[in-house]
Structures are given as structure tokens and as C-alpha cells.
């Protein structure tokens, strides 16, 4: 079976640091997504893991352990655009991908 | 590059009328499409595999009579809902795999607010 699990929603400030968390258990697993979504768009691609460790990009990072089933973004200097929601997915093979639920982040000022 | 456009962006149609859909990949080929709903605070949920050239592989419990998908060349791909009713209501998201990519990475349609009265 497949199981994803996110925290659903979480809040931060301007300007700080937040780490999104992301569980799994898939019967096949072949590389983790994160996307963001806005609220009434599609997702926008923003990172892909396939081996274990940290893959920095800007302001985003995600990190991979497999052997944990565990995964999370990290989002430095927060900004207020950054409220969205942000889908972590897993590649289980045969082009499939499976959501979890998403996590809200508010960011205020 | 890799954008995906679909159309209509909003549709509003009584219970029991068809909607049509439609999924394009601007500026790549997509041997493969795939077609999600997510209803409000929810996830995608996957609704079914698009193949260029072939049937649809649809997911468990979806209803492939009532959705019907269409992927006649490398660049379109067309989702029909059939006999429309409310509980249809949803976001329906497309997406695009380009091809020869490893990560397998999906691109995704701007998405089809679709409301059944």
C-alpha cells in the first residue's frame, strides 16, 4: 500500500527558517518530490531526491534518508509569498506519483 | 520549456452534460499524461495513466465509462466527463512526464475548476 503522511498545517514568520517533515511507506519507491501549490493552482515543480542526502537549491532544500522513509524541505528566509501548500510525492515506479495530503504554511509578518 | 497548458481554466454546466477538457504540452512531447482530481484541502488524487496511442489506465474506483480520456497525439490529451453531477464538482489537474527524463519529473497544467449545479 501507499502511505504518506505531512504535518497539515504549520505557521512561521518572515524571515525564519521552516522544516517540512514527510513520511512514507510505498510498495515502490524511485525518487521523492516536493511540490507548492498556491491555493486555486496547480503544483509548481521544486525539488526531486532520489539518493539520501541534502539537495540545496536557493532558498529551498530537501533532504532524503530511504533507509527512514523520510524526507523534508527546509525554507530559509521565509517571505510572505511563501504561504502555500506543499505536497510531498513519491515515485513508486510505472511514471506514477502518490501525494501525500499536503502542509499549509501561513507565513506572517 | 516544459509547460503544460489546459483549457478551460473554469467550467460551470448543469447536472447530466458532458465536459471536455483538454491537456496540452506547449513545447515538448509527452508520450504520457496523467489526470488528477483533488477536491478542497485535499490532495491529488490520481485518476488515470494516459498513453499516446493507447487506452488509458485508469485507478481503482475510477470510473472509466464516466471519465473518458483521450490521448490521440504526443502534444493533447482529452479528459470527457460524461453525464456530469455534482459530486463530479472537483480540480482536475493534468500533467506531463517529458520524455527521456530519469527523474520521472511531471509538469503539471494550470488545472480545470469544473462546477456542477
Known amino acids: 500500500g501507499q502511505n504518506i503522511d505531512q504535518p497539515t498545517e504549520m505557521t512561521a514568520t518572515e524571515g525564519a527558517i521552516v522544516q517540512i517533515n514527510c513520511t512514507y511507506q510505498t510498495s515502490g519507491f524511485n525518487g521523492l518530490f516536493w511540490y507548492q501549490q498556491h491555493a486555486g493552482e496547480a503544483p509548481t515543480f521544486l525539488s526531486y531526491n532520489v539518493l539520501d542526502g541534502l539537495e540545496e537549491k536557493g532558498r529551498f532544500s530537501s533532504f532524503l534518508s530511504r533507509s527512514k522513509g523520510y524526507s523534508y524541505l527546509l525554507l530559509k528566509e521565509l517571505q510572505m509569498k511563501d504561504s502555500a501548500s506543499y505536497l510531498c510525492?513519491?515515485?513508486?515506479?510505472?511514471?506514477?506519483?502518490?501525494f501525500g495530503t499536503g502542509t499549509r504554511l501561513l507565513v506572517s509578518p | 520549456g516544459a509547460v503544460v497548458s489546459q483549457h478551460p481554466s473554469w467550467v460551470i454546466c448543469k447536472s447530466g452534460t458532458s465536459v471536455k477538457i483538454e491537456c496540452r504540452s506547449l513545447?515538448?512531447?509527452?508520450?504520457?499524461m496523467f489526470w488528477y482530481r483533488q477536491f478542497p484541502k485535499q490532495s491529488l488524487m490520481l485518476m488515470a495513466t494516459?498513453?499516446?496511442?493507447?487506452?488509458?489506465?485508469?485507478e481503482q474506483g475510477v470510473e472509466k465509462d464516466k471519465f473518458l480520456i483521450n490521448h490521440a497525439s504526443l502534444t493533447l490529451s482529452t479528459l470527457t466527463v460524461t453525464s456530469a453531477h455534482p459530486e463530479d464538482s472537483s480540480f482536475y489537474i493534468c500533467?506531463?512526464?517529458?520524455?527521456?527524463?530519469?527523474?520521472?519529473?511531471?509538469?503539471f497544467g494550470p488545472g480545470t475548476r469544473l462546477t456542477v449545479l
Open positions: 513545447d515538448f512531447q509527452a508520450t504520457t
Open positions: 510525492a513519491t515515485n513508486t515506479g510505472f511514471q506514477k506519483l502518490v
Open positions: 500533467s506531463a512526464r517529458v520524455s527521456g527524463r530519469a527523474s520521472d519529473t511531471q509538469y
Open positions: 494516459s498513453n499516446e496511442g493507447s487506452k488509458a489506465t485508469y
